[in-house]
T-cell receptor
């Protein structure tokens, strides 16, 4: 069964600190892995996307890693800001019958406190 | 970059009435759009895949007569919640798929619609 599991479920950090969010997946056949940021009451916004051959991708203060062998990904946030408070969703794309099917993780709810 | 506009952002309706939600791709053509439902503190749940010019494909357990989807053009898909009931109250999000290059599709999400049925 295709699954995406994220940890921790929620996280509180102080402004300026770094944090790392985890994503483990069992998706086959794997196509790519995406991280999205979702502010409360808004739609998800893409942060990074990585294919099988990529093991790191950065977008400003966000750096995603991918280990396709262990089927793990992480999202590292550097020098956190209050505006980073949001849910971060790991989404794995699986090839299914000639098109891609998105498998969503439950998300990590990050709260950055001053 | 790709932009998807979803309207309205919030709607309150009475039980028994119907509500239409629009999803537009503003700067690209989307032959395929997706409709999701999201419960509080939960992740997105795919309801249906909307294909331009053909019938939508609904996920198991989603009533197609309850949630009508129309994708009449390459830039517009609509979701109509018919005979709405309080249990239909939720956050609905659309997504459009574009061929963003690099060997994979881009999935751009709308900003969501908060539906409250009273």
């Amino acid at each position: 069964k295709n699954q995406v599991e994220q940890s921790p479920q929620s996280l509180i950090i102080l402004e300026g600190k770094n944090c790392t969010l985890q994503c483990n997946y069992t998706v086959s056949p794997f196509s790519n892995l995406r991280w999205y940021k979702q502010d409360t009451g808004r739609g998800p916004v893409s942060l990074t996307i990585m294919t099988f051959s990529e093991n790191t991708k950065s977008n400003g203060r966000y750096t995603a890693t991918l280990d396709a062998d262990t089927k793990q990904s992480s999202l590292h946030i550097t020098a956190s800001q209050l505006s980073d408070s949001a849910s971060y969703i790991c989404v794995v794309s699986a090839n299914s019958g000639g098109y891609n099917k998105l498998i969503f993780g439950a998300g990590t709810r990050l709260a950055v406190h001053p | 970059g790709a932009v998807v506009s979803q309207h309205p952002s919030r709607v309150i309706c009475k039980s028994g009435t119907s509500v239409k939600i629009e999803c537009r791709s503003l700067d690209f053509q989307a032959t395929t759009m997706f409709w999701y439902r999201q419960f509080p503190k939960k992740s997105l749940m795919l309801m249906a895949t909307s294909n331009e010019g053909s019938k939508a494909t609904y996920e198991q357990g989603v009533e197609k007569d309850k949630f009508l989807i129309n994708h009449a053009s390459l830039t517009l898909s609509t979701l109509t919640v018919t005979s709405a009931h309080p249990e239909d109250s939720s956050f609905y999000i659309c997504s459009a798929r574009d061929a963003s290059g690099g060997g994979y599709y881009g999935y751009t999400f709308g900003s969501g619609t908060r539906l409250t049925v009273v």
